[in-house]
Structure formats: C-alpha cells, structure tokens
C-alpha cells in the first residue's frame, strides 16, 4: 500500500504486516524540516496513530540521509516573537505522544532538529555511516525541539554536554556505545533491519505494548516510588484484556499465541 501524493514530502511509502513505513522526501535538502515538512509529519503521525490497521512506524529518510537539521532559512532573521508565534511544538506533539512503537531507521546525517526526531522514537537502528548531532551552538543558538532534555536522558550528563556545546558529529559505532542507538548495522540494511524489528514487535499484544511505552516515558521524570506504583497498575490492568488470556493460554498449552489486540 503506497498513498504517496506529490508535491507531499512526507508519505507512507508501505504498510505492510502492520507496519507503516514513513518516509520523508526532500532529497534536494538533504530532508531538512522546513514548515511544510513539519506540519505533514504532524498530520501523518495523528492519522496513522488512529488507523487500526497500523501498529508499528518506522520512520525513515532514506538511503542517503536521515534528516540534515531544520531549514536555516527559515530562520536566520526570524525575531524571537516571530519564533514563539510559529508555535512550532505543536508539530512535534503527534510524534511525541503517538501511542504505538515508532522506530527510527537513520541513514547518513541526523542532525539539530534530524537527531531530536529521531530521540522521539522509541526505538532508532542506524546504519553504520550514520552520523548524529546537535550543532545549533555552532549557529549561536540551542536545540529547541527537545535535543537538550531528550539527549541528557538518552546518554547522560557529561556525553551530552560534550556534544551539545562542541556541536560535534557522533558516529554509529560511538552512538550506539554512549546509549543514543539501538543497533547499528550495515547501510543497506537499515531499513530491513527496522522493518523486520516493526514486524516482531507488531506481532505482540498492542495494549501491553501501548501501556509499556506509555509507562516507561511517563515514569521516567517521577520518583522511583512513583514510577513503581505506575507500573504496577498498568501490569494490573493487562490481565483484563483478551490477550493477556491468550498468552498465558499459548504457553501452557505450549503452541503459538494469536493476539487480537483486543481488550
């Protein structure tokens, strides 16, 4: 299934399995996320999260690059009024809060705004040549799309200051070493490997993923305590559900579990 519509830069370039395929397609700049590209990710992700025959994305750029940054000319003279009334975060909310497993399959240069899309994953596989960033200091400014919170939880204190006051460049191998990666495997490969991982992790239950995701982002910035009581509900609430049952069922009667996603 394709429902690609030019001139539109970001598409579902399959869905197959439950797995939906995002592609973003600017290749004459290199994916930058313009507006345009912003607001189409923002509107794709709210639809594929209420299309029931999806359960997994895998969000892509290409063979060549992930996402290079934003559009710098977009905003080299804005003023900060300017900035504020764009409200952009309301474009990044959609990915944020998608409720299903979003895998990030990264290609060449993850960079600014590149690699702050691909920590709204939940899970990123990079091909070996890819390359992951923050380099706003170098433009006299900050990441502003999450790079700074998201990046310091992913890696840690003293990694993310290096790379986000050097701006450097962090190769796969040393990405997936620091904790930023998932898997790093050989550039023709990304996208197989991420559609295959979508495919396993589609055929599992939907609600015991959903609130797995949903428990882990949320406990994440609550007490230890907190976070506990959080997931004790959650695992509580599961045994309410049809493939819990399911489960529990397959493994004593030792065959293959058939999920439903049902409640």
Known sequence: ???????????????????????????????????????????????????????????????????????????????????????????????????????AAVNGFALGGGCELAMHCDIIIAGESARFGQPEVKLGLMPGAGGTQRLVRAVGKFQAMRILMTGCMVPAPEALAIGLVSEVVADHQTLQRAKALAEEISALPTLALEHIKDTVLSGADLPLESALVLERKAFQ??????????????????????YRGES
């Open 237 to 258: 609430l599961l045994f309410d559900t049809a493939d819990q049952k399911e489960g529990a069922a397959a493994f004593i009667e030792k065959r293959k579990a058939c």
């Open 1 to 103: 299934m394709t429902n690609k519509q030019p001139p539109s830069e970001v598409y579902v370039d399959s869905l197959d399995q439950g797995v939906a395929v995002v592609r973003i397609d600017r290749p004459e700049a290199k994916n930058a996320l313009n507006a345009a590209v912003r607001r189409q990710l923002a509107e794709l992700f709210l639809s594929l999260t209420q299309d029931d025959a999806v359960n997994v994305i895998v969000l892509t750029g290409g063979e060549k690059v992930f996402v290079a940054g934003a559009d710098v000319k977009e905003f080299a003279s804005a003023s900060p009024t300017e900035m504020y009334l764009r409200r952009n975060e309301r474009f990044w909310e959609p990915i944020a809060h998608c409720p299903k497993p979003v895998i």
